[in-house]
């Protein structure tokens, strides 16, 4: 009987320092020392380059966007102690304009403004609106009150005007029926 054992290989529970070509390579520091200050030369750009048809992983001496200015390097060669973290905020705020972010900002906060004024300008109108409201419903009710008590004071004098009318029919039939005649009562519509 034969029996099939699993290979699984084994990973390494820490960083391995790689040895790396320190002349003609470029230099990759350890993890640890990412943050730190590097000591080590910049790779230098070869005189001529030749290729022979595969590709070339050397810089080529117009593509220097990575080298920091001349003042981070000394006569040697070696660098003076660039401490990457500036180096690389120096880059950053060199590329950075912060010109147009200024004015975004500041037309935002104008804008800002002028959205608060007329929210304010917005909110008197409708508290001036609702008092308005307010004062026409009260003139309104008073209106509706006094149509009620017009209504009620010709509706009395229509009954009054009625009663003459019936006791001076029958207590003078004949002036009264010539009166009407002469004055026409008027048609209710």
Avoid: C
């Avoid at 590097?38 to 380059?49: L, N």
């Avoid at 593509?63 to 660039?82: I, K, P």
């Amino acid at each position: 009987m034969s029996s099939t054992h699993a290979y699984y290989p084994s990973y390494p529970s820490g960083p391995m320092p790689i040895n790396m070509p320190q002349k003609g390579g470029y230099y990759y520091p350890h993890p640890q020392h990412v943050y730190g200050r590097v000591s080590a030369s910049p790779p230098e750009a070869p005189e001529s380059v030749t290729t022979s048809g595969g590709p070339s992983y050397e810089p080529s001496a117009t593509s220097s966007s990575y080298a920091g200015s001349a003042s981070d390097y000394d006569s040697s060669g070696t660098t003076t102690g660039v401490d990457l973290m500036d180096y690389m905020g120096d880059r950053i705020n060199g590329s950075f304009n912060p010109t147009p972010l200024d004015r975004s900002l500041a037309r935002q906060a104008q804008t800002s403004g002028e959205l608060n004024a007329k929210h304010r300008e917005l909110m008197e109108l409708q508290a001036l609106a609702q008092r308005r409201l307010a004062g026409a419903r009260v003139n309104f009710a008073d209106g509706m009150r006094a149509a009620k008590d017009v209504q009620k004071d010709l509706q009395w004098t229509q009954k009054r005007v009625d009663a003459l009318n019936n006791r001076a029919a029958r207590k003078y039939p004949e002036q009264y029926k010539a009166a009407q005649h002469r004055y026409p009562a008027p048609v209710d519509y």
